[in-house]
């Protein structure tokens, strides 16, 4: 090639009739003319290639911060990326906690979006704890039949010669041992929310999908702080009706004792004596209806408290330490163990590597051509 260059050169100067162009012809002057065309061309599309290496580099970048960057080797890097990862996850929570409507994946609230689920929780006070309170079978507990039954039992052999107050506490005991079940059916419900917002919190922290063993350690943790607000919850809950059926005002039985000196039916008032309409259908009504009267008032106060106890116990501690358990555990652990908590999914590790590589050759083409664009 060289030597045909030479031969093509030393023709053109020795023809007569191309020697004065010699300059300016042959391959090698071409090849020159074009290189510096080629080189005007590339100096003017730098600029746009440039931009689209920053583009791709600033996309790589976001990727990589998306899926997460390396973990430091150090325990203490491992452990400030786990409390992290925790943050992110309990904000997730406390966004379920006060969200909204479950239409939908998110809804918006003045100028920023909450995540629905919390409002189940007022669904459980507001709908099912009255309709659960309503079913209850008080009316058979409070009939004719038992309330007579029951007063016998407590009076025994030797009746009183005033109203029964044994047997109105029977009859109040037994009737206020029934709101247990719906009590505790609440703290249940809002127990089954709150585990069921801890799963989608998780699934929906986009940080911690890098880290399976991470996201059991803290699905573990945070059912088992559930478990324990729950069962303080059911305590609580069954001590507030105990404590309606363990104390009764004498109040109540002194408005009860007056409404029996003074009746206001007639033709029940006419008995010879206090114990002659004793045992008779109008006097097991009537200790039914003041019981039945007694257990309305106390079911509207327990419609009112036992939420409020399942929220301080349950919602409250779980929006204030859901974590603490798991806060304690970590903080107990070696380096090689809060290693393995942070063992990458292999997939992402591996997109990972794809994308530092592709990152690599941006940067150095982006350096190489910007050494040559300013020579």
């Known amino acids: 090639m060289m030597a045909a ?3 093509e050169q030393e023709y053109f100067e020795s023809s007569p009739d191309y020697g004065h162009l010699a300059p300016k012809m042959g391959s090698v002057y071409l090849a020159k003319l074009l290189s510096r065309h080629l080189e005007l061309v590339i100096r003017q599309k730098i600029p746009s290639i440039i931009a689209l290496i920053n583009k791709n580099i600033d996309d790589i970048n976001a990727e990589l911060d998306r899926i997460g960057r390396p973990i430091g080797a150090d325990g203490g890097a491992q452990l400030y990326t786990i409390l992290e990862l925790c943050r992110a996850f309990d904000r997730v929570f406390k966004e379920h906690l006060d969200g909204g409507p479950s239409q939908g994946k998110y809804y918006k609230t003045g ?4 995540r629905p689920g919390g409002d189940r929780i007022y669904g459980v006070f507001d709908h099912q704890l009255p309709a659960a309170m309503k079913k209850l079978p008080l009316d058979r ?5 038992n309330v007579r039954k029951v007063v016998s039992e407590a009076d025994g052999y030797q009746p009183h010669l005033i109203a029964p107050e044994q047997g109105y506490r029977r009859l109040i005991d037994g009737s206020l041992g029934y709101f247990k079940g719906p009590a505790e059916a609440s703290v249940d419900a809002v127990h089954f929310i709150l585990k069921e917002l801890v799963r989608k919190s998780m699934a929906e922290t986009v940080e911690l999908k890098r880290f399976p063993s991470l996201q059991a350690s803290i699905a573990a943790a945070s059912n088992e702080a559930l478990e324990k607000f729950r069962d303080e919850s059911r305590k609580t809950v069954n001590r507030l009706v105990e ?10 039985f002194r408005k009860i ?3 029996d000196n003074n009746p206001r039916d007639d033709k029940h008032s006419n008995a010879s004596g206090p114990n002659a309409d004793r045992y008779n259908d109008y006097h097991f009504r009537k200790i039914g209806s003041n019981v039945s009267a007694y257990v309305g008032m106390v079911c509207d106060t327990l419609k009112n408290t036992i939420p409020k106890a399942v929220v301080y116990c349950q919602v409250r501690e779980a929006r204030r330490s859901l974590l603490n358990l798991f806060y304690a555990q970590i903080g107990r652990k070696e380096k090689e163990q809060l290693g393995k908590m942070l063992d990458e999914d292999p ?9 530092a590589k592709r990152l690599q050759l941006y940067r150095s083409a982006r350096d190489e051509i910007d050494s040559v664009a300013w020579k």
């Open 5 to 7: 260059r030479r031969k």
């Open 141 to 145: 507990h409070l009939s004719t039949s």
């Open 347 to 355: 997939s992402l590790m591996e997109k990972r590597e794809v994308l």
């Open 257 to 259: 004792h007056e409404s």
């Open 243 to 252: 404590m309606e059926s363990t104390y009764l005002t004498a109040e109540f």
């Open 111 to 114: 100028s920023f979006f909450r």
